[in-house]
């Protein structure tokens, strides 16, 4: 038996449409309905998740083009913290490290978890990447 629902439910539908119709040509059409049915509820489902899809959209143009820094300006401000955490831990704090220690002042900075910021930063650009190939290849 399969774990998804619906075909789990299409399985014990045929097996209940064998029992009750032994003719197989009913049995055979009555299958096709079961199908049609379950067709019908997935373009039900792809339509509803792309009408959500369709919404989300709407509410980043809106909240974009929002004239308040609290409602427009919370991704920039989510892009450029990660983008500062990032040249700090990888670029600004070896060159200090260095400097200071050619000086002949070594120092400690702190070392800070990159590990849940590189999820934000790595999937705003790579969101940002599909972007730039959609308007090199001229879809947007």
Same mark, same amino acid.
């Given at each position: 038996?399969?774990?998804?629902?619906?075909?789990?439910?299409?399985?014990?539908?045929?097996?209940?449409?064998?029992?009750?119709?032994?003719?197989?040509?009913?049995?055979?059409?009555?299958?096709?309905?079961?199908?049609?049915?379950?067709?019908?509820?997935?373009?039900?489902?792809? !339509?509803?998740?792309?009408? $959500? %899809?369709?919404?989300?959209?709407?509410?980043?143009? /809106?909240?974009?083009?929002?004239? +308040? #820094?609290?409602?427009?300006?919370?991704?920039?401000?989510?892009?450029?913290?990660?983008?500062?955490?990032? !040249?700090?831990?990888?670029? $600004? %704090?070896?060159?200090?490290?260095?400097?200071?220690? /050619?000086?002949?002042?070594?120092? +400690? #900075?702190?070392?800070?978890?990159?590990?849940?910021?590189?999820?934000?930063?790595?999937?705003?650009?790579?969101?940002?990447?599909?972007?730039?190939?959609?308007?090199?290849?001229?879809?947007?």
């Amino acid at each position: 038996m399969a774990f998804d629902p619906t075909t789990a439910l299409l399985d014990i539908g045929s097996k209940v449409i064998d029992r009750l119709w032994p003719d197989p040509t009913q049995a055979a059409a009555a299958k096709i309905e079961l199908l049609k049915m379950q067709q019908t509820g997935e373009l039900a489902q792809l !339509a509803a998740n792309t009408d $959500l %899809a369709k919404g989300q959209l709407d509410v980043n143009k /809106a909240e974009a083009g929002n004239g +308040s #820094l609290f409602t427009s300006g919370w991704r920039p401000f989510v892009g450029w913290t990660c983008g500062a955490a990032f !040249a700090y831990k990888f670029v $600004l %704090a070896p060159f200090i490290v260095l400097g200071l220690t /050619a000086a002949g002042h070594p120092i +400690s #900075l702190p070392v800070l978890d990159f590990t849940e910021m590189s999820t934000i930063l790595l999937g705003m650009l790579g969101l940002g990447g599909m972007r730039t190939v959609e308007k090199i290849k001229g879809v947007a």
